[in-house]
Every structure is written in C-alpha cells, then in structure tokens.
C-alpha cells in the first residue's frame, strides 16, 4: 500500500512538472514575445495590438498566475485556437487522437500476435535453427530504423505492386473498413517490426528461465501435451515483463511514430505535433505535448499497479525493500 | 592430511567447479567471434572512409570531366550527365534519364549526378560526428548526475530523478525535434548552412535521462560494496571514493550501453535529418540521403534511398553487434566475481 501511495505521489509530481513546464515554455522562446506577437498579427503590429497578443496568452502576468490559468483553461477543455488560422485547437487534437490510437492498437496486435508464438517455440526450442534464425533476425530488426522500413514496403507494395495506394486517405473503421485497413497496414507493420523484436526477446528470455522451474518438469512427468505445457503453464508466469513492455509502448507509440505518420501522411498526434512546431504554432504543441505525456504517465502508472497487483512477489519484494 | 594443507594454502589456484558445458561454449564464442570481427572491420572502414572522403582512391566522385573538382565534391554543382543512373551491378533496372552511361558506380547516382558511395561516405562523416559527439557530451553529463544521485541520494536525488522522469515522459523523438526548433536561430536557418550544435545539444539531452537512471543504479549498488565501506572508514573524501573507488567499476557497464546509446543517437540523427531538421542540405548526411531518395522512389528508382540506408543499417548493427559482445563479456565477469 506505501507503494502505491509513493507511486502515485510521484506520478502527481511528474504531472505538475510536465504541466508547469509546457505552460511556461512560451515565455523562453528564442526571440522572446515579439515572435509571438508577429506571429499573431503579422509584421507591423500597434502596440495596442501586442498587449492584446501578451494579455491573451497571459505572458503579463506572473508565471503562476499564468500556470494556474492555463491550467483551468486545459481542465476545463477552453484550449482556444491556432495562432495563423483561428481553428479550435480541441479540434484539431481530438481528430488526431483517434489515429494514433488505431496505429497504437495495430501495431501493438500485430508485434503481439507474432511475437508471442515464435518466442515461445524458439525458448522452447533452445538453441535450434529456428531459435538461431528468429533471434539473429530480432536482432537486424532492432537496428533497423523505420524511415528505412517505411520507404521499403512503400516501394514493395506500392509502386512495384500496386497494392496499395500510396500516400492513402485516412477512412473511418465503420465507413469504409477496407479502405481503412487499406491505410493502416503499411504505417502499422513499421512500427510493428521493431516492437516485435523486442517483444521476442524479451519474453523467450523468461520463458527460458520459467521452462527450467520445477513444476514443468512435475506437468511434463504428469503427461501433459507440450502444447498445453507452452500455453497453459509456462507462458502466464513468463508474461510479465512483456505486460511492463507492453504498457510502456502504449505511451511512446502515441506521440513517438512522428515519421511513420509523416511518411504516411496520416494526421496522428505525432504528426500534429511536428507540423505545429513547424508553422511555430506553439499553443497547438502545448497542448498535444502535454495530452501526450499524460497519457504517458498515467499508462505508466497503470501498469506499474497491474504488475504489482498481478504478481504477489513485486509487492512483497518492494514492501521489504 | 594433504587436505589441510591445500586450505591453508592462500596462493593455491581456484579450481573451476563445473566445466561441463565448456564445450558448446567455445562453440558459440567462435561464430560470435567471426560477426565481431567483421563488425569491427566495417566500423574501420566507414571510420576510415569518413576521414578521407574527398580523396581515398576507391572513393570515386564521378566529376572527373570538371575543372574545379571540389565544387562537385562539396555538392555545390549538379553533375547533370550522370543523372539518376542505377548502380552499375543492377542489370535488371533501367534508368529513367535517357543518354550515357547507363548504369554508373557501386551504388548508382542521386538526381544530382553524384555518386551515392561517394556521399554517402560524406554522409557518414556528418553522421557519427555528430552522434560520437553527442553520446560523449551525454556519457560525461549522465555519469557525473547519476553518480551524485546515486551516492548522495537525499534531496539530490529527489531532484534529479524527477527531473530525468519529466524528460522521459516526453516522446523522445518530439523532444529532439522541439529542441532542434527551440535552438536554431530563425532568422538564419533556411538562408545560410545551418550549423552542427544545434542538434548535437538536442541529442545530448535526449541521451542524459537514460544514462544518469543507469549510472544511479550501479551507483547505488557499488556504493554498499564493502570495499567503498572500507575506503570511507579510512577517511576517505566523497569525491575520492566517487572517482577513485565507484567510477572504475561502472566504466565496463556504461561502455556497452555507450555502444547502444551511440547506435540510437545516429538513428536519431537520421531521423531528425529524415524530417529536414539536421545540417543544411549540400551537407549530405545518411537521414537526409534517405529522405531525398523517397521521392525518386515513387518512380521506381530505388537505389537512391535505399543505398544510403543500406549503410546506415549495417553501420548501427555492427555497433549494436559490438555493445552485444561487450555487454555479454562484462555480465559474465560480474556473474563471476
């Protein structure tokens, strides 16, 4: 339980952290408040019109009162607009939120799904071809980026199959469910590539170390099924820091697959984000960067409890400790 | 009695145990043995073709028919006869320009007519200047803040923990490129060549979390050990025992993950440049080479992208290879000791 609370003490301060920072960032842009005001109004504004800029922003007043403002403006869901083109920035974040999560939940199904089976055949299998053959090529994956992959299966599957349209249009599951997946399966094997990789070497390491525990050896002696041994035994004790991994992804594939959405050209947050750095649209970046390392935080938090709730011994190893 | 005298004897040799799995381990370590070296003979020649770009022999710049060699090499003037032409081994592609030569070179020519080997040897340059720059800014800053966390710990720590928490709760990749952004100067980034530290600072920072929560970490566990104990009951100041006692026994660990960390900073760098936020383009680096390639590729000429990326993955996977065997050796003399 002292866990839990110190647990989530900390998460309350990363939060304030996170939060005061972004709020005040606008006040330490090279250039200072001019850029700002330029941006807003155009060259050549009055000085009536840049204490306008400053005031909206609260960059007059002190950088708590600044905080505290824009805090309740964020909690209370009054994120204004874009500097150059006046559209809600809500808007904005609540069309890209949607596609970062299906590109999340595909990629995460897909490294899942594959990597669950061939880890477990290959530590079952230790030291075999396949073994050997799945390893090494978990480990090319790793140091294969995916501005490289991207451009790969573009070409393959592309340009000399046409297959698959290129750049395709993003499309609602419930419209137009093949153009949907149409859209999703290049961007989603990228990113599924990698965490497939580690996902692999991860869980065929414990399941090593889980395969040599005692009480395989009494299944094995009962007579059950290898297969049942694998999946019904070995896996569950053997699954949990890929739950962790797992979990931690949730956070960093939101925000993080910048240049498969921007190879791609689907309007996730990551690619929401970038764009708003480059048009210098720093409310927009406030507010997506701070959506997403909540979400960051929180999954984190999350699955930090689940682990501990799952598995009696984190809770008692961290209560001795 | 011949026991007795065995055990008294200090200086007799320890004898292993259990060897009974020695020879399928011997096995294993010669094929590591062979990647590990080809691992290190690629590093030695992208380092060496890095350094002497401009004139190594086997480097060819296909600008042989101009006057001013240099300002092709530099990249400041299109070699238009060699346009798009594929790598020369490729028979089974055509290029779409028209005229001679058909194919040309190891790896085949960008839009510009310059030969991919050659910048991308260019490109390597820029590539692990900025990354072996990066991780060795990152190593130094994450070892000292680690260390003080860790052997401080106290408000100290607090702090520094917190504060790596905060960095990492960011999407790494967005936190380089808003940094990146947040350095250059706007008013000179598009007219006039961009310069180096900019984004080597935006590495840096990126690469101090993760290096100070695993300095913190031995730290603390060296820090118990009964001969840091013996050093600080014999008087010995915090610094000493930090740089004399601690220091040396992490330096095995953080050089492995040095190796990894210096793989992910040039993936890193690549993809900054894959989003035009690295050095100004007539500067080639591997991410940009990539990038320019994309378009090229719609239409079917896929060496452009796809050679440079071809060394930028062997490049990162010989050093991964590298942090591997490193890691491997430096656990087993741990697990040992």
């Known amino acids: 339980m002292q866990y839990v609370i110190r647990r989530i003490a900390q998460t309350i301060f990363v939060v304030v952290l996170v939060t005061l920072l972004t709020s005040v960032a606008l006040r330490f842009l090279p250039g200072g408040t001019d850029v700002l005001v330029v941006l807003k109004t155009g060259p050549g504004a009055s000085p009536e019109q840049a204490r306008q800029v400053i005031s909206d922003l609260g960059l007059d007043k002190p950088w708590y009162t600044q905080y505290f403002n824009w805090m309740h403006d964020f909690v209370v869901g009054d994120w204004g607009t874009t500097f150059q083109t006046n559209q809600s920035i809500a808007t904005a974040v609540k069309r890209s939120l949607p596609i970062s999560a299906y590109l999340m939940v595909y990629g995460q199904l897909l490294a899942l799904s594959t990597a669950i089976p061939v880890a477990v055949w290959a530590a079952y299998r230790q030291n075999s071809r396949f073994d050997r053959l799945s390893t090494t090529s978990a480990f090319a994956m790793l140091s294969l980026p995916n501005y490289i992959v991207a451009p790969v299966l573009m070409f393959f599957f592309s340009v000399k199959q046409k297959w698959i349209p290129f750049p395709s249009t993003y499309s609602s599951l419930f419209d137009d469910p093949v153009a949907h997946f149409k859209a999703f399966v290049l961007p989603s094997v990228t990113i599924a590539l990698p965490l497939f990789a580690g996902y692999m070497r991860l869980l065929r390491a414990d399941m090593i170390s889980t395969l040599q525990s005692e009480f395989i050896t009494t299944a094995r002696a009962k007579g059950v099924t290898t297969r049942n041994i694998l999946f019904r035994h070995a896996l569950r004790p053997s699954m949990f820091s890929l739950i962790t991994a797992t979990a931690v992804n949730v956070g960093a594939l939101m925000g993080g697959v910048v240049i498969v959405e921007q190879f791609f050209l689907l309007n996730g947050m990551g690619r929401l984000t970038v764009e708003s750095i480059f048009r210098r649209e720093y409310p927009t970046v406030q507010y997506a960067v701070v959506v997403l390392a909540l979400i960051y935080v929180f999954v984190n938090l999350m699955a930090d409890m689940a682990y501990a709730w799952i598995d009696p011994r984190v809770r008692a190893r961290r209560a001795l400790s | ?337």
Request: proline share 6%.
């Open chain 2, 1 to 337: 009695m011949s026991d007795v005298k065995v055990v008294l004897d200090d200086d007799a040799p320890i004898v292993p145990l259990i060897d009974d799995a020695a020879p399928t381990k011997i096995r294993v370590r010669k094929r590591g043995r062979i990647t590990k070296w080809l691992a290190i003979t690629w590093l030695v020649f992208i380092v060496v073709s890095a350094i002497g770009a401009e004139s190594l022999p086997y480097i060819n710049h296909s600008c042989d028919q101009f006057d001013n060699r240099l300002e092709c090499v530099t990249g400041t003037k299109a070699n238009i006869r060699y346009s798009e032409r594929p790598p020369a081994w490729a028979g089974f592609s055509d290029s779409p320009q028209s005229g001679e030569p058909a194919r040309y070179g190891l790896m085949g020519t960008d839009k510009n007519g310059f030969d991919l080997f050659a910048r991308s040897m260019l490109g390597a340059r820029t590539s692990l200047i900025i990354a072996g720059l990066a991780i060795t800014f990152g190593l130094a800053i994450g070892t000292f803040l680690g260390m003080l966390a860790g052997y401080f710990r106290g408000w100290v720590d607090v702090v520094i923990e917190n504060l790596t928490n905060v960095l990492l709760s960011f999407p790494a990749l967005l936190l380089a490129i808003f940094f990146v952004t947040f350095f250059n100067d706007p008013n000179t980034s598009s007219a006039t060549t961009r310069p180096l530290w900019p984004v080597i600072v935006s590495l840096v920072i990126l690469s101090i979390p993760p290096l100070t929560r695993l300095v913190r970490a031995n730290t603390i566990a060296y820090a118990q050990r009964d001969f840091v104990v013996a050093a600080r009951s014999l008087g010995a100041k915090g610094s000493r025992i930090l740089f004399k006692e601690i220091l040396p026994n992490i330096v095995p660990t953080l050089m492995s993950f040095a190796l990894t960390g210096l793989a992910l900073l040039i993936v890193a760098e690549g993809a900054l440049a894959f989003l035009g936020l690295s050095v100004e383009a007539p500067t080639p680096t591997w991410g940009a080479m990539i990038s320019f390639g994309t378009t090229p590729l719609r239409d079917g000429s896929w060496w452009i992208a796809l050679m440079p990326a071809f060394m930028l993955f062997l490049t990162v996977l010989s050093i991964n290879l590298l942090g591997d065997v490193l890691a491997q050796r430096f656990n087993t003399r741990e697990a040992i000791s």
